[in-house]
């Protein structure tokens, strides 16, 4: 099973003197796209006011721009450890024990903007960017990231993926067609039998729903063999549209 992850907008400061390398990163084939952003994100970031407009940020976040700024030679941490917020509060790598990390490790991409799909031990620097911006010089990062992701997805071929992507993020990149996959929407249903998605509540299960995995670390390699782990768990998930399950909390 290998499951795709979301990043969030807010990060932890600081890491090992150690710059990120893009080919040890997984999912290797995507070094150049890797390359291509990084180096827009670097040359936006030498005008402040430039970069602050492209990235929409605000007074109090202009400071993430030197992330941008020293994106080649910063600090790096595995990049579960590096993303903060609700789903990776829930998650909460920093206190797993060794096996469930190394489990995470193997079973969990993180699809950022800049560096496309890695894994969550990754070593990454921390930095500012969003899947809906357009840098200057390349094109939209939906056009620079969906083809190549697709591909470098296609040739790791997992048996089955487990997809907990933003729709956002998730357009930077689709599962390749013939490899099993899901989409996964987190809902509640009301006491009148309605069901509703729910937001912060979708990053909280999430990040749960991936803690649980790591430290039960089950050999579920199709979705069927997932979902009777989840019921298994305690957790409740049913079908919900073509190609999608609803987890319901």
């Known amino acids: 099973m290998l499951i795709l992850l979301p990043p969030s907008e807010t990060k932890r400061a600081g890491g090992r003197r150690a710059p990120v390398d893009f080919a040890s990163l997984a ?41 941008n700024a020293a994106l080649r030679e910063a600090p790096t941490m595995p990049a579960v450890d590096r993303y ?9 790598a920093p206190s797993l024990p060794a096996p469930a990390r190394k489990w995470l490790g193997a079973h969990v991409l993180i699809h950022s903007a800049p ?24 094109p939209p990062l939906r056009r620079v990231w969906a083809d190549a992701v697709t591909t470098a997805l296609a040739e790791r071929a997992p048996s089955f993926v487990l997809d907990l992507r933003s729709e956002a993020y998730a357009a930077l990149g689709s599962v390749p067609e013939g490899i099993s996959s899901v989409y996964v929407r987190v809902v509640t249903q009301g006491p009148d039998g309605a069901v509703r998605a729910l937001n912060h509540f979708n990053k909280h299960a999430k990040g749960e729903l991936v803690r649980a995995l790591a430290t039960d670390r089950p050999r579920a390699t199709t979705l069927a063999g997932f979902r009777r782990w989840a019921g298994d768990a305690g957790w409740t998930v049913r079908p919900g549209a073509p190609g999608e399950i609803d987890l319901v909390v």
């Open 27 to 67: 999912l290797p084939a995507l070094a150049p796209e890797r390359a291509l952003v990084t180096d827009a994100l670097v040359a936006l970031s030498a005008d402040a006011d430039a970069a602050a407009r492209v990235l929409k940020l605000s007074e109090r976040q202009r400071g993430e721009i030197a992330d």
């Open 84 to 92: 903060t917020g609700v789903l990776y509060d829930a998650l909460d």
């Open 115 to 138: 560096f496309g799909p890695v894994a969550a031990t990754d070593p990454i620097p921390a930095y500012r960017l969003a899947a809906g911006t357009t840098l200057p010089g390349i």
